[in-house]
């Protein structure tokens, strides 16, 4: 048996941004343009008017102030509202791999590692461009990598799930580096023109580099993960390759794009997700006040200062529960781990901490580390 070590993280973040106040302009005008193009439905009670969205909505329901997107001008184009990229052959790099890779990069930069080094790629993200061959399988052949590679998809909870797997395979001895990669292009399956969640996600690619500790001279142990899952419709995407075989497959149906019914979510899952944690700590001996550090999944504030009050039982320190989500906003299962990166390098060694993310499924996945 061998012990998982995290020795690196990488980030890539699109060069484009947009505000709450452009996202706001540009909803509103859609808003603008379908209630004059459905005047006689909406006076006859036949279609509900839309309403518009305002910045300070968005920032008190959320925290969110902007997000990174791979296309800006698609997105705020109020007659398209969703982004516009370019098709590419199957010869060229797909999109997905191309933004992973320049995190894995980074990420074996920071090990003092190549590509070759690496006998596993996961790439675990909440939506895949295509079916198949696996993006992972892509990643593996532009970093050079060797081994085997595959996709996994646990929507919001790809990180966490993608490391406890690599973790156990490097326990195990049948890999000995693994890079776990979550290229999240959410802009692709948000539905920009529903008020209630036009403002969520954002675009990003994070990459974790896992290896044996006893190969690396520094980094953070692994020393216990933990998923769940639990079946729930409430957070749903029904987009897939199945929908042309229905009568209204090939229709802009809304159930096509992200779908949250985001009360019953808070109700449900930040219970499930603070017992998680509880159990997990209470299992690996771990005293939730040894804590210096919870990196949570950043889909809210609200719901992240929750979490952390019930784990520590306490209202956090400055700095014990860092957030990236207002520069962000919620990048599906990437946000953790842009968490980790950002606000992990201060800590000493054997200071304790806990990854966590949680999502669509319902699923949570939880990683204790310690830094050595």
Same mark, same amino acid.
């Given at each position: 048996m061998f012990?998982?070590?995290?020795?690196?993280?990488?980030?890539?973040?699109p060069?484009? !941004?947009?505000?709450? *106040?452009?996202?706001?302009?540009?909803?509103n005008?859609?808003? %603008?343009l379908? $209630?004059?193009?459905?005047?006689a439905?909406i006076a006859?009670g036949? !279609?509900a008017?839309?309403?518009h969205?305002?910045s300070?909505f968005?920032?008190?329901?959320?925290?969110?102030?902007?997000?990174h997107?791979m %296309?800006?001008?698609?997105?705020?184009?109020p007659? =398209?509202?969703?982004?516009?990229?370019a098709?590419?052959?199957? +010869?060229?790099p797909?999109i997905?791999?191309?933004?992973?890779? +320049?995190?894995?990069?980074?990420?074996?930069?920071?090990?003092?590692?190549?590509g070759?080094?690496? *006998?596993?790629?996961?790439c675990?993200?909440? $939506?895949?461009?295509?079916a198949?061959?696996?993006?992972?399988i892509?990643?593996?052949?532009?970093?050079?990598?060797g081994?085997?590679?595959f996709?996994?998809?646990?929507?919001?909870?790809?990180?966490?799930?993608?490391?406890?797997?690599?973790?156990d395979?490097?326990r195990?001895?049948s890999v000995r580096?693994?890079l776990?990669?979550n290229?999240e #292009?959410?802009s692709?399956?948000l539905?920009?023109?529903?008020r209630d969640?036009? /403002?969520?996600?954002g *675009?990003v690619a994070t990459?974790?580099?896992i290896?044996? =500790?006893?190969d690396?001279a520094?980094?953070f142990e692994?020393?216990?993960? =933990?998923c769940?899952?639990?079946f729930?419709n409430?957070i749903? $995407?029904n987009?897939? /390759?199945?929908?042309?075989?229905r009568?209204?497959?090939?229709?802009?149906r809304?159930d096509?794009?992200f779908?949250?019914?985001?009360?019953k979510?808070?109700?449900?899952?930040?219970?499930m !997700?603070?017992a998680h944690?509880?159990?997990?700590? +209470?299992e690996?001996g771990?005293?939730?006040q040894?804590?210096?550090?919870l990196?949570l999944h950043?889909?809210?504030?609200?719901m $992240?200062?929750?979490?952390?009050?019930?784990?520590?039982?306490?209202?956090?320190?400055p700095?014990?529960?860092p957030?990236?989500?207002q520069?962000?906003?919620?990048?599906?299962?990437?946000?953790? #781990?842009?968490?980790?990166d950002?606000?992990?390098? *201060?800590?000493?060694p054997g200071?304790l901490?806990?990854?966590?993310s949680?999502?669509?499924?319902y699923?949570?996945?939880?990683?204790?580390?310690?830094r050595?």
């Open positions: 012990t998982p070590a995290i020795t690196g993280t990488g980030v890539f973040t060069a484009e !941004v947009i505000t709450n *106040d452009e996202l706001v302009a540009s909803f005008a859609y808003v %603008d379908f $209630n004059a193009e459905h005047a439905q006859a036949e !279609v008017a839309l309403d969205s305002s300070e968005i920032l008190k329901a959320s925290g969110i102030e902007q997000r997107v %296309d800006k001008a698609g997105v705020l184009d007659h =398209r509202m969703y982004p516009r990229l098709q590419r052959s199957d +010869d060229e797909g997905m791999a191309e933004m992973a890779l +320049d995190a894995c990069r980074k990420a074996l930069a920071q090990a003092g590692r190549r070759d080094e690496v *006998d596993l790629v996961i675990a993200a909440s $939506n895949m461009e295509r198949y061959p696996a993006i992972a892509e990643i593996q052949k532009l970093l050079g990598a081994g085997f590679a996709d996994m998809n646990v929507a919001c909870s790809s990180a966490t799930f993608g490391i406890q797997a690599a973790a395979m490097i195990a001895g580096r693994a776990v990669v290229p #292009i959410t692709g399956h539905e920009w023109r529903d969640c036009h /403002f969520i996600f *675009d990459a974790t580099l290896e044996r =500790r006893e690396a520094h980094g692994i020393r216990s993960t =933990r769940a899952t639990e729930s409430n749903r $995407n987009n897939g /390759f199945l929908r042309r075989t009568p209204d497959g090939m229709a802009d809304r096509m794009q779908m949250q019914e985001g009360r979510v808070f109700k449900e899952v930040l219970p !997700v603070a944690i509880h159990a997990h700590l +209470d690996t771990v005293d939730p040894s804590l210096r550090r990196w950043q889909a809210n504030k609200t $992240n200062d929750f979490i952390g009050r019930k784990v520590l039982g306490r209202d956090p320190e700095g014990e529960q957030n990236i989500l520069d962000y906003a919620n990048t599906s299962s990437a946000g953790s #781990i842009i968490a980790f950002a606000y992990s390098g *201060d800590l000493a200071d901490g806990l990854i966590c949680f999502g669509a499924g699923s949570v996945g939880s990683v204790v580390v310690e050595f």
